[in-house]
């Protein structure tokens, strides 16, 4: 996603998938395909290093699964406390937050 009315979007009424470093936010788009837009704050990790590693796993992780995803608009909100996951930890957690979001497309459908 790219302009700031998508963010906004999502973040009216999303559905929501949580732990307490990240949440993916998603909302159903007019779309044939599923998108991806991340926010990685400075406050939580004041390295541009840091914050790109995290940014590049998030889409690595969404690229691999983006097939299997609904068409809908997903946001990756980066929390406190996301620096210190190691590269497998963190892409474990995604694997099993867009899992629940695979569920929840499949209910509300």
């Known amino acids: 996603m790219l302009t700031p009315s998508h963010f906004k979007y999502v973040f009216q009424e ?3 998938a949580s732990t307490p470093e990240i949440t993916i936010l998603a909302r159903k ?10 926010t990685v704050a400075k406050k939580h990790l004041k390295r541009a290093h840091d914050r790109n590693r995290i940014k590049r796993l998030c889409r690595e992780s ?6 299997e995803l609904p068409a809908y608009d997903f946001v990756i909100v980066a929390k406190a406390g996301i620096g210190k ?7 474990q957690i995604l694997d099993k937050l ?9 209910k509300s459908s």
């Open 98 to 106: 867009w899992q629940r979001h695979i569920r929840l497309a499949k």
């Open 62 to 67: 969404f690229r691999l699964l983006q097939h």
């Open 29 to 38: 788009n007019t779309l044939e395909h599923p998108r991806l837009g991340l």
């Open 14 to 16: 999303p559905l929501r």
């Open 85 to 91: 996951l190691d590269n497998p930890t963190l892409l």
